[in-house]
């Protein structure tokens, strides 16, 4: 863990968290610099599983759902077209996904 955190002050940005690549990066500069005990954070890695569970990796974002896709066009309209104030277009958002 001492070796991640020594690899993150120089290679990701302050309060940026790290992602999947990024743990990538790590284990290939570990591989490069010829340690004796190289781990190999691969999708089932205890370390890497960990890491996601606490937040401090950031998964990839999944694309949205088409229901998504569907009330954000619905939600740019209401505001665009028909000129709805933030408060009506958030009722008629939370009616259209069922919250």
Same mark, same amino acid.
């Given at each position: 863990?001492?070796?991640?955190?020594?690899?993150? /002050?120089?290679? !990701?940005?302050?309060?940026? =968290?790290?992602?999947?690549?990024?743990?990538?990066?790590?284990? %290939?500069?570990?591989?490069? $610099?010829?340690?004796?005990?190289?781990?190999?954070?691969?999708?089932?890695? =205890?370390?890497?599983?960990?890491? !996601?569970?606490?937040?401090?990796? $950031?998964? =990839?974002?999944? =694309?949205?759902? %088409?229901? +998504?896709?569907?009330?954000?066009?619905?939600?740019?309209?209401?505001?665009? /077209?028909?000129?709805?104030? +933030?408060?009506?277009?958030? $009722?008629? +958002?939370?009616?259209?996904?069922?919250?």
């Amino acid at each position: 863990m001492g070796q991640l955190g020594r690899w993150m /002050e120089s290679n !990701v940005g302050e309060g940026e =968290p790290l992602t999947l690549a990024d743990l990538d990066s790590f284990a %290939e500069w570990l591989r490069c $610099r010829s340690a004796h005990r190289v781990p190999r954070l691969r999708g089932n890695d =205890p370390l890497r599983s960990y890491l !996601v569970e606490v937040g401090a990796v $950031r998964l =990839p974002a999944s =694309p949205p759902s %088409e229901v +998504e896709v569907l009330i954000d066009g619905f939600r740019r309209w209401l505001i665009n /077209e028909r000129g709805l104030a +933030e408060g009506t277009v958030l $009722r008629y +958002e939370n009616t259209a996904d069922g919250s």
